[in-house]
């Protein structure tokens, strides 16, 4: 026929592949768009089908979708690192098998957990999809469909409303409200407890309390704290007592009114009032003591000084009252030369150290010749909760008096040894204190040389085994020993080698006894040596 072409050969296979390559296709792409707005809209009914019901929908631990009551719900649960955990915090006390019941959700797919605590009717329906978990807090004798009030966040708010109420009135801390006028609308227990304390006729239940602390409201700015007094004056009120009642109050606005806490602090004045009264005598004589006192707190910052301080080491009050530290206080001591200069710095360092930790152990003593000519004692000693005391004392007095008194034994010393006799001192206890070099030399001794006291038992002891026998040593250590009814007396005995020795004892003052010797060839030979002396010293 003209104008139609043949068709070709062949052609109703082509067809059939292409049409069911199309059909295919087709049937792929309507289940994977009807598969999307299956999960699309099921998911969104998972929240949304709840209305006002607190549902949650969590990915893992982490909240993928809530209804606006059970994010509500969530705010007020407890802190946790997750709000998974919040939740579980929330509602483990009133669903206390929840842990055990969603252990294994994945594997049921759905469970329904109801409350164990007596009268409450909350239901927890618990549903596992496509690896979300979705909770739903009911009640079951709710009915279904009537959604207008929710029995779980109701008893939620219930419960945190008894809480925060058992809160209010078992605080110690005084809590009131005040409307704008300033009439009295609420007061928790602690106030309404003192202020029925404060009267003498007994208000128990009535209402309104006593006003107290009026002029807390009259403080601004809000939130501060402020310190009141409640005094007898003050107030009128004939229970409250001569000491006044201090308090710790603050304020805040809320919708029209002003809320009043306060907590009694009286304790707190009294102990400070106390501590102050305390310091201050400490103080007063501190300030009278010639030993400089210089006290450093756990921080080794300094916390108290005496003027005695500033006077012994020419420090600046005003240095002193900014509270420098222990190294800042050494280093101006150091500047002025009120230390003995170290010999480098890195030794001076090492020595602070090692002062300060012989301070804590209460054994730092040292004596300080400073290059003025002065010298000072300086004792560290711990105090409690850390804290240490340095005193610094001027003992230049009683070291030039020490140095004299022992240029005055030297020289005696010398005097001594410059005589031929042979001489030695007891003190009133019968301990040599003295002897010259002739009677070291007599009795082949030096009782300077030793470390130990000699007594005059230890003397005689010497002086027998050195002679032959004779009573006269105990007539000497008589004479030693003796305290009253004391005279001078002399005697004679024979030593070892034959020699005739002439013993005098003389008492001197101070109970001590001073006892010579004099050796010749023969007693009178001794005793006219001696005499002529004698007789020379009186001539002089």
């Known amino acids: 026929m003209p104008g139609f072409s043949a068709i070709p050969a062949g052609f109703p296979e082509l067809a059939i592949v292409v049409v069911t390559a199309a059909l295919t296709g087709g049937l792929l792409l309507y289940f994977f768009a009807l598969k999307s707005v299956r999960t699309t809209h099921s998911t969104y009914d998972l929240i949304q089908q709840a209305d006002r019901k607190p549902v949650f929908l969590f990915d893992d631990e982490t909240l993928a979708d809530a209804t606006p009551s059970a994010r509500e719900m969530l705010r007020a649960a407890p802190s946790a690192p997750s709000s998974w955990q919040r939740l579980m915090v929330l509602l483990s006390p009133r669903f206390s098998t929840l842990e055990d019941d969603i252990a294994d959700i994945g594997a049921r797919g759905e469970a329904f957990v109801a409350a164990t605590r007596p009268g409450d009717t909350g239901l927890l329906h618990i549903e596992w999809w496509d690896g979300l978990v979705r909770l739903e807090l009911g009640d079951a004798q709710q009915v279904k469909g009537d959604v207008r009030v929710d029995g779980q ?84 009120l004939p229970g409250l007592g001569a000491k006044p009642r201090w308090f710790d109050c603050r304020k805040t606005s809320w919708k029209g009114t002003t809320v009043c806490i306060a907590l009694e602090s009286g304790a707190e004045v009294n102990a400070r009032a106390t501590l102050d009264e305390f310091v201050q005598t400490l103080s007063k004589t501190f300030a009278h003591l010639s030993v400089g006192l210089a006290v450093f707190d756990r921080a080794r910052q300094l916390v108290l000084f005496n003027p005695a301080l500033t006077d012994l080491t020419g420090l600046d009050v005003l240095f002193l009252s900014q509270k420098p530290e222990l190294v800042s206080f050494l280093d101006e001591l150091r500047n002025k030369r009120m230390i003995p200069e170290p010999k480098n710095y890195a030794n001076w360092r090492e ?48 070291i030039t008096l020490t140095r004299q008194f022992r240029a005055e034994l030297e020289l005696s010393q010398a005097v001594m040894d410059t005589l031929p006799e042979a001489m030695v001192v ?101 005793e006219h040596i001696w005499k002529t002396r004698r007789l020379l010293e009186y001539s002089d």
């Open 351 to 398: 020595h602070i150290r090692r002062l300060e930790a012989s301070a804590c152990d209460g054994t730092y003593e040292e004596t300080w010749s400073l290059p003025s000519g002065r010298t000072y004692k300086i004792m560290g000693r711990p105090h409690p909760n850390g804290a240490i005391a340095f005193q610094f004392e001027d003992i230049t007095p009683e």
């Open 426 to 526: 007891f003190s009133a206890a019968g301990t040599l204190t003295m002897s010259n070099r002739a009677y070291n030399m007599l009795w082949n001794t030096d009782p300077g040389r030793g470390v130990t006291e000699i007594t005059c038992s230890d003397a005689l002891s010497r002086w027998a085994a050195g002679t032959r026998a004779t009573a006269v040593w105990a007539g000497v250590e008589s004479s030693i020993c003796r305290l009253h009814n004391r005279e001078a007396w002399s005697a004679d005995a024979q030593m070892e080698d034959g020699r005739h020795l002439f013993i005098e004892v003389t008492p001197i003052a101070g109970g001590a006894t001073l006892v010579k010797f004099m050796t010749g060839q023969s007693s009178d030979e001794a």
């Open 153 to 236: 966040c109701l008893q939620a708010n219930q419960d945190e409303l008894d809480l925060l109420r058992h809160i209010s009135e078992a605080s110690p801390v005084l809590a009131w409200q005040l409307a704008g006028d300033g009439t009295l609308i609420w007061a928790n227990a602690a106030y309404i407890a003192v202020a029925n304390s404060l009267s003498a006729a007994d208000r128990t239940g009535l209402w309104p309390p006593a006003k107290f602390l009026p002029e807390l409201s009259e403080k601004a700015p809000d939130g501060m704290q402020h310190r009141l007094a409640l005094r007898p004056e003050d107030c009128d």
